[in-house]
């Protein structure tokens, strides 16, 4: 992190209290870490490592004295990093955004400062600049899970939809949400007007929520032919539960059936939109 030299017995201190640290025991390494600046007030990576554990602990005050301390040494990427990292977590995004560009300007390939700088962008509602960011995080890691998560719901906003599969197609073997992933490839193949695509992944994000067990056949097998037996007069069908919707909340399966009859009719807007509207019921 510095090019300070730090003396030998310091430097044994700083890896003794890295071993507590990662024991567990991190009093004592705070402890050990402070030692060891006694020995080299300049440590700037011991000071570093203090205000970590003191983030980690919750005491973000501390953290964030103990980074400023180390800046006025050394004003090094990972502790610019940090420091913006304490004041993102506080919700200070401008703050934080000007913390984060600092460290690109002393290292344009950080890949967590890049990241960090679209978040903190994401956050101001400058959707442009945090696809800028993003962009040249997953140039450098093409399976970085949260730059491409963000850049295809940027991308999704944007009604950009091929943009947007190729990144879900990023991360979709890797993704521990497949139900925001099915979804999502779900509503994009509709846009694209490859229905049976859109079928088929939210069919899929249905199947992968437990709570939708019930409904696991439930869209395949609701064809053209035997929708007339189930619904009978498309229109009356969709005018009587919108009329149920705005008398009660409606069960996940009425949403879910009426979400398929606005597909039927290619109103495929609405059928995305009361899913979306409604997501909070299906959690």
């Not at 703050?95 to 956050?123: H, I, Q």
């Not at 400058?126 to 997953?138: C, L, P």
């Not at 056949?217 to 009329?243: P, W």
Request: proline share 2%; with cysteine; glycine share 4%.
């Amino acid at each position: 992190m510095s090019n300070i030299a730090v003396p030998k017995e310091a430097v044994f201190i700083y890896n003794k209290a890295l071993d507590y640290s990662t024991k567990g025991d991190l009093n004592t390494a705070i402890n050990e870490y402070k030692r060891a600046l006694e020995l080299c007030p300049t440590f700037v990576e011991a000071y570093n490592n203090i205000g970590e554990i003191y983030s980690r602990i919750g005491k973000n005050e501390l953290a964030m004295s103990t980074y400023q301390k180390a800046l006025r040494i050394d004003r090094n990427p990972r502790l610019l990093l940090n420091m913006g990292v304490e004041y993102y977590n506080h919700r200070e995004f401008r703050t934080a955004l000007g913390f984060f560009k600092e460290s690109l300007v002393r290292k344009p390939d950080f890949l967590e400062g890049n990241f960090y700088t679209g978040l903190a962008s994401f956050n101001l509602k400058d959707e442009q600049m945090a696809e800028n960011y993003f962009k040249k995080v997953v140039e450098a890691d093409r399976r970085h899970l949260k730059s491409n998560y963000l850049l295809s719901y940027i991308y999704y906003d944007w009604k950009d939809y091929a943009k947007t599969l190729f990144h879900l197609n990023n991360i979709k073997d890797i993704a521990d949400d497949k139900v925001f992933l099915n979804k999502y490839f779900g509503f994009c193949y509709y846009h694209l007007g490859q229905y049976n695509e859109a079928v088929k992944y939210l069919n899929s994000a249905i199947q992968q929520n437990p709570k939708y067990s019930q409904f696991k056949n439930y869209l395949e097998n609701l064809t053209y032919e035997n929708k007339i037996k189930e619904a009978g007069n498309i229109d009356a069908k969709i005018k009587e539960m919108e009329k149920m919707m705005i008398d009660r909340n409606l069960s996940i399966r009425e949403i879910t059936q009426l979400s398929l009859l606005y597909t039927y009719k290619g109103d495929y807007k609405k059928a995305e939109q009361i899913l979306v509207d409604k997501k909070n019921q299906f959690k």
